[in-house]
Every structure is written in structure tokens, then in C-alpha cells.
């Protein structure tokens, strides 16, 4: 990899760029001896983390990243979980010298699951948020209507209308509209199959690290079932149904998941 190309820091969260290449674009924020490697859901990009990471108080060293065809690194298309995973392992490799706390969201989740399953030595805890965990039916009929959707995501009034869906909050939206305009169909489709056709890798139950498992009480089913049969796959796992949240938790209540996240961490 390349070394810095670009140094960017904003007012209110301090971000800096640390990587623009061709793969991913990635940002840094803090300087602590220990690395949080923060995972953003499908649709949005790493600005979503922004409201929990200036709740954080201990002084970790955070690597945001955003995922392939999302946001700044839209030029990159999400092929695959497997492809994404490969370039999050050189993230971590370059920027840490010890293993990592990973925390994901959604498509971020099941990509932090995959993680610390195929790369324990990598990973030393991970926090599970709202992941999907069991395959979706009818997964071909559920793609055939999004392909026809997929050119909604480019329409503002479309995208304002989904942000509300999606709690993303006002000082958020200009990050959500630009992302939303340039997530292509191909990306579209394939992080949305790979998200419902995800399955608990079985080398799972064996991470030798902690795991905290969080969903939210008024999420679908599916995912309050998925945070189950995730915390019951893993021993030393710790499961908590968020009350009062949707499929949102980091931007419906940040300040009370970073505490939560600063006091499983201790």
C-alpha cells in the first residue's frame, strides 16, 4: 500500500484521511494504544459512526472505513463478502499492531462475524449490531424487485423519505443523500444478495475472544432471532434486545451505545 495522500480534519468530529487509494477509503480518529475498527451498514457510509464516536471518552485509535461502493470508495464495487473481508485484513494489518475490537452494523455486522470467526488472531472482541443471521426466503424474487427499484436510491425525495426510515438525523443528511447517489445497481444487488444469504460461519463458535450481540426490540423477528442464535453459537457471548430501537441502534441512541460499548470493553 501507498502511504498518505491526503490529510482532511473536520471541525467537529477531527477526522483525518489516512487512506484514499483505489480499494478503500479509510479514516482515522484518535491515537490510543488499542485500534476499534468500525463497520457501517449497507446504504450509508462511515459518517454514520460520527454521532457514537464523539460519545467514546476512551482513547482508542478508530479505523472507519468505507465499505466497497459505498460513499467514498463508490468507484469500488461490492463484489463479495469473502472480497470486502480480504481488504478490511489489510486495514487491520497495517494500521494495528495488536488485535483489534471490531464493531459492526448490519451488512457491517455480518462482515465483523466473518471476521473474528476466519481471523481470530486479528480480532480480539467484536460487538454485533442487528446483523442478519439466518437466510432470507425467496431471495430471487426479493433481488428481481430490487434490480427494478435499484434507480430510486438516485432520487432525492426517494432517499429523504428513506433516511427517515433509517433514523439517520439532519446533521447527517447531506452524507446520506451524496452516498445514496452514488451506490450503483451493481452494488445494490450484490451487498444486499450477500446480505441475505449470509450464515453463520461455523468457525464462530470457536473465536476464542468476547463477543456482545445487540438487536433491537422493534426490529423485524428475523434479526431479534439472528442476535439469539448468534450469542447461543458463541460461549462467551453476552446478548442484550435493545428497548425502544428499530434496525438504528448507533443513530437512534449513540451516547448510551458507546457507554454500553465502553463498559462491556472494560
Known sequence: ??????????????WSVIRDEPSLHVELRGGGESTMLLLHGGGVGGWMWNPFAGHLTSKYQLLVPDLPGHDRSAAVPYVSHDETLAKLVAIIQEHASEPVVVVGFSLGAQLAVLLAARFPELVRSVAVISAQAKPTRFQSATLSMLRVAAPLAKNERFARLQAKELFIPDSLIDDYLRTSRGISAETLLASVGENMRFAVPTRWASFPGRSLILAGDKERPVMKASASYLASSHARSELEIVEGCGHGIPLQRPEWLANRLEAWMR
Not at 500500500?1 to 482532511?8: A, C, D, N, V
Open 1 to 14: 500500500m501507498s502511504g498518505l495522500i491526503e490529510t482532511r480534519t473536520t471541525e467537529q468530529y477531527g
